[in-house]
């Protein structure tokens, strides 16, 4: 009796655990989402929170939004700018730009182009350019873009016709409705009252571009098909775009070499090492790279906002700025760390179009390093390995050489490394650091919300950051300007502030490039000499795609899918 | 078992002698011996951590990710430090947070699952409200918020990331199993017979509630500190993601093991080791919690008496 239900159970435990375990088996796509003949599949780790990514900013809402949707124009891969619902650039060669030298103010005249249609017939005109912009502007449902402040007016001319006024030269002029970011939304279909920030179209966009959305099941995946209504016709020749949510890269990654994976937006050092060699898989690299990693120096007391009223004790001091990134072995971590895939850098203006090589690298030089201090003020006396203030002229005398250095915990490994490296290669000139990871949603919180950064609760971190797009001027205001070190005005963190660089900061806002390139090249000498922020290296931006998938362009200065259109499978 | 026959032989003064006993009946549990074995020789290695020859905190870029060897008997890691090294010193960490964590869930918990379980009525209401309260707490959610806390406020003992702090926060959130678990103890343990007989021979409530149905609790009591003395050494590990646990480059077996999680196919000893290691710290508290349950069980007391 006892041996006949041992039996039963152990059949009972058999089956339910079979069961289990073929459920668990993944499902093939063609079970999940039926694709077309010409299919491919892209990884991405989470679902995109909309189509809008002025609104959620997590660059993988810019990865579907440059598949249904389009702005006036875009920029490739080399910076150049090219026309997408615009029929042709507005320059002040053909006239469709006009200044004002004396006022200071100009406008610009945008020809759309007519072929262009909405995926339900509808066609896209420049009451949607017009729309967009209300929407945007909108002060309790709209958001913010670059240089939106600066228009005046709108004015449409005609269907396809609109004249922007603005009240300042603004040479950010070409990609204001177009980029990474902003596109045109269709009047007739958004919400106005729902507003720019909340609105449904978001989610369930309205396409003109080469696809349109067909199914998004949440942190699942998303198929997208061929947008018959897309305006270049032999286009896109590829008919269905999956984008599945994998959030582990391990599992990416071999989906990638087992060829269940077409393409995985902003591939890791990691990854990209890992699969060196791999013969169905290969890198797209863009032709320079955008981020910047850098260490921000916060030259107010930790805690406070204010350097001038409450200095930083240790920071505030150029000299000791200097000695820090003079002890940091930049060749060492970019061959070590980042798989020889991270290049040096030492300023804002490195890729075009403003490059300035008027800046000299500085070399890793402990000794030099240590002078520097001793210089400052700053002399390990009582021997216990780490500097005390000695007439430092910041602090009081006696205080210690010791800060916290902070990282954010996303990036992984390779900054993780960096991160104990430095602080092991500033410990040998006598400047102790604590470190402390932390989530990016920690790090980079609104002053509110208690962010770390926007309340200046740091004393040194390391991040990267670097600008969208070919006009640095706004990136430049909101970390480098006084009046983006006001917390939640900007992301000057460090409140460095020089009359010097606003005023140099103003000269660039004009359309002749050789003042603008005159002005970025005085702030690189500027800001080297200054150093509110060190900068050490680009890190990579590449992404790993399928070898079939002929086409893909990492881009610098867009998300990967900006030419999806042109897109082939061999 | 006849009762005669336990009162016609005199009892030996081992068997009078409680600690004696229990050790008597530890020391024929084989698993308990090996276990008292392995702790004290980890408790030993991680003692003598600063004799061997390297610095837990120094990188040599030369020796980055190299597998074990007689240099480096576990390896070394992604800044080419020893990886044994950093074992003892994180092993240092990782069981003074465990220990801590088990000693401050004992102190609340047993108090008020004790007191809860004897008196019953209003008070047991009011401590398992309370205790409920606590369970109800989304702990996660609550490590942020104290995170941020200690990052704005500096308390003079309690610095953010230090080893008291860290045991602090996760045993204050995790001493509620043991309340609930002395409290189903004693529920059935009042109730017994024994319990009547000291009461009506005049023993106070605090001699009955210690001396009398303690000891009988004992079981599951330590059950759980071996089981919360593994999950601590985890949890700090979890802590350190929100910025707030132990931080690089100070090692713990926690996140050592976290650590190592993305080289598991190309560097496996990073991660085999410190796993082995909290495999071998839990496994041996276990083995050791299981002796001394059986040690103190009245039963086995009883049959060791009548044999």
Redesign the interface.
């Known amino acids: 009796m006892l041996e006949t239900k041992r039996t039963l159970i152990f059949l009972l435990l058999a089956v339910t655990l079979s069961s289990s375990l073929l459920g668990c088996q993944p499902q093939s796509p063609a079970n999940a989402t039926a694709p077309a003949q010409t299919s491919v599949t892209i990884v991405i780790a989470e679902d995109p929170p909309s189509f809008n990514p002025v609104i959620t900013d997590t660059g993988y809402d810019s990865l579907v939004m440059d598949l249904v949707m389009l702005g006036l124009t875009d920029i490739d891969e080399n910076g150049n700018v090219f026309p997408e619902l615009a029929a042709e650039l507005p320059t002040l060669e053909n006239g469709d730009v006009v200044q004002d030298e004396t006022a200071g103010t100009m406008s610009v005249t945008w020809k759309m182009r007519k072929d262009a249609q909405w995926s339900d017939g509808t066609p896209v005109t420049a009451k949607d350019v017009i729309f967009t912009y209300n929407a945007i502007l909108d002060p309790a449902k709209g958001s913010w873009i670059p240089g939106i402040d600066y228009i005046d007016s709108i004015a449409q001319v005609d269907n396809y016709t609109l004249t922007i006024n603005y009240n300042a030269i603004f040479p950010g002029y070409l990609t204001q409705f177009g980029g990474e970011q902003v596109v045109v939304w269709p009047a007739h279909y958004c919400s106005a009252e729902q507003g720019f920030s909340a609105w449904d179209c978001a989610r369930e966009p309205l396409s003109d571009g080469p696809y349109k959305l067909e199914e998004w099941v949440n942190g699942d995946h998303m198929t997208f098909v061929k947008n018959e209504n897309y305006f270049d016709k032999g286009k896109p020749s590829i008919e269905t775009i999956i984008v599945k949510i994998i959030p582990d890269a391990a599992v990416r990654k071999t989906m990638l070499l087992n060829g269940d994976a077409d393409l995985d937006m902003w591939s890791s050092e990691q990854m990209i090492h890992d699969l060196e060699g791999a013969e169905n898989v290969q890198v797209s690299n863009s032709p320079d790279n955008r981020w910047v990693m850098r260490i921000f120096f916060n030259l107010a007391a930790k805690g406070a906002t204010d350097p001038v009223a409450t200095p930083h004790p240790i920071l505030s001091n150029v000299k000791v700025r200097q000695a820090i990134r003079m002890a940091i072995d930049v060749d060492t971590i970019t061959k070590e760390f980042f798989y020889g895939l991270a290049k040096p850098n030492w300023t804002e203006f490195f890729r075009p179009p403003y490059v300035c090589d008027n800046v000299a690298r500085t070399q890793f030089d402990l000794e030099g390093a240590k002078a520097l201090l001793e210089e400052a003020g700053w002399v390990d006396q009582d021997g216990d390995g780490v500097r005390e203030c000695h007439n430092c002229g910041t602090a009081a005398d006696g205080y210690p050489m010791e800060m916290e250095f902070i990282t954010y915990s996303e990036y992984g490994e390779p900054l993780e490394l960096t991160q104990q490296f430095i602080a092991e290669q500033l410990g040998k000139i006598g400047i102790k650091l604590n470190l402390t990871v932390v989530e990016g949603s920690v790090l980079w919180a609104t002053a509110a919300d208690g962010g770390i950064e926007q309340n200046g609760n740091f004393d040194m971190d390391i991040w990267d950051e670097g600008y969208a797009g070919i006009d640095p001027t706004d990136y430049l205001w909101s970390y480098y300007s006084a009046e983006a070190a006001v917390p939640d005005n900007g992301y000057n963190y460090g409140r460095w502030e020089n009359p010097e660089f606003d005023s140099l900061l103003d000269e660039a806002y004009t359309l002749d490039t050789q003042t603008r390139h005159d002005a970025f090249c005085k702030m690189a000498t500027l800001l080297d000499e200054e150093l509110p922020q060190a900068l050490l290296f680009t890190a990579v931006n590449a992404s790993v795609h399928s070898a079939r998938l002929q086409g893909v362009k990492s881009s610098t200065n867009d998300i990967i899918t900006w030419n999806a259109a042109d897109w082939t499978l061999k | 078992m006849n009762p005669s026959n336990e009162l016609s032989q005199p009892l030996s003064p081992a068997q009078t002698s409680l600690g004696l006993g229990v050790w008597k009946r530890f020391r024929k549990h084989p698993g308990a011996i090996f276990g008292l074995i392995v702790l004290t020789l980890l408790l030993a290695l991680v003692v003598f951590a600063p004799l061997t020859a390297y610095d837990p905190?120094?990188?040599d870029?030369s020796a980055?990710n190299k597998p074990p060897s007689i240099q480096h008997l576990m390896g070394t890691d992604?800044?080419g430090r020893d990886l044994f090294t950093r074992i003892l010193y994180g092993g240092r960490i990782s069981l003074t947070v465990g220990i801590m964590v088990v000693v401050i869930g004992l102190v609340i918990g047993v108090p008020v699952g004790a007191l809860a379980g004897y008196y019953g009525g209003w008070l047991d209401a009011l401590l398992m409200r309370i205790t409920d309260t606590f369970l109800s707490l989304p702990a996660f959610l609550v490590l942020i918020l104290l995170s941020?806390i200690l990052?704005?406020v500096e308390l003079p003992l309690f610095e953010r990331?230090s080893v008291l702090t860290i045991a602090l926060v996760i045993g204050l959130l995790s001493w509620m199993t043991f309340a609930r678990l002395i409290r189903a103890a004693f529920l059935t343990l009042r109730e017994l017979d024994f319990i009547a007989a000291t009461r009506a021979l005049g023993g106070s409530d605090f001699r009955i509630i210690v001396k009398h149905i303690l000891p009988n609790a004992i079981g599951p009591i330590i059950v759980e500190a071996t089981l919360e003395l593994g999950s601590a050494i985890i949890e700090e590990s979890g802590l350190?993601?929100?910025?707030f646990g132990i931080?690089?480059?100070t090692p713990s077996w926690g996140n050592l093991l976290s650590?190592a999680q993305?080289h598991f196919t190309t560097q496996p000893w990073l991660a085999i080791f410190p796993g082995l290691m909290i495999f071998l710290a839990i496994i041996s508290v276990n083995y050791i919690g299981d002796g001394l349950r059986d040690a103190f069980d009245p039963y086995k007391v009883l049959d060791q008496i009548g044999e």
């Open positions: 905190e120094v990188s870029i980055r992604a800044l941020a990052r704005e990331n350190s993601f929100l910025g931080q690089p480059p650590n993305t």
